[in-house]
């Protein structure tokens, strides 16, 4: 169990590593600076920062359950883990719906879809942030 959520931990950084390298996406920054040439080309670097995003939060979310299993195992206590893993699908959750009611306050406007990828970007960067902060 150890060895083989150790090995899906470090794929997972290897395979963040790589596709970062390989794919230097834009910032949200830098996206928004294309706003005046075409939505659709806004959208397009959008999904590409909201890739970006996921990928990383999933580089965290893989980290912290890795160090919390490690820490049960010890222990025999996994409620910690348990509940990150609730918090993990709460946020989840909790993300689609913010953004989504963001989405449809706009629509059927034109820009729904680039709000509701702001906000998902911005969410998501908070989240990462959180779990960059846990020691």
């Known amino acids: 169990m150890i060895k083989k959520?150790?090995?899906l931990t470090l794929f997972t950084l290897a395979n963040y590593t790589v596709s970062s390298l390989v794919y230097a996406q834009k910032s949200l920054t830098e996206c928004e600076s294309e706003q005046d040439?075409?939505?659709a080309r806004l959208?397009?670097?959008l999904?590409?920062?909201k890739d970006t995003q996921d990928r990383k939060l999933q580089t965290?979310?893989?980290n912290h359950t890795f160090n919390l299993e490690e820490k049960a195992l010890v222990t025999g206590r996994y409620s910690a883990l348990k509940?990150?893993?609730r918090s993990q699908s709460n946020f989840i959750t909790f993300r689609d719906n913010n953004c989504r009611w963001q989405y449809l306050a706009i629509s059927p406007e034109k820009g729904a879809g680039i709000a509701?990828?702001?906000c998902y970007i911005l969410v998501?960067?908070?989240r990462i942030k959180e779990l960059s902060e846990v020691k």
């Open 60 to 62: 965290w979310v893989n």
């Open 5 to 7: 959520t150790l090995f």
């Open 43 to 45: 959208s397009r670097c």
């Open 124 to 126: 998501t960067q908070a």
């Open 47 to 49: 999904d590409g920062v």
């Open 116 to 118: 509701y990828k702001k």
């Open 83 to 85: 509940m990150f893993k």
């Open 37 to 39: 040439e075409e939505e």
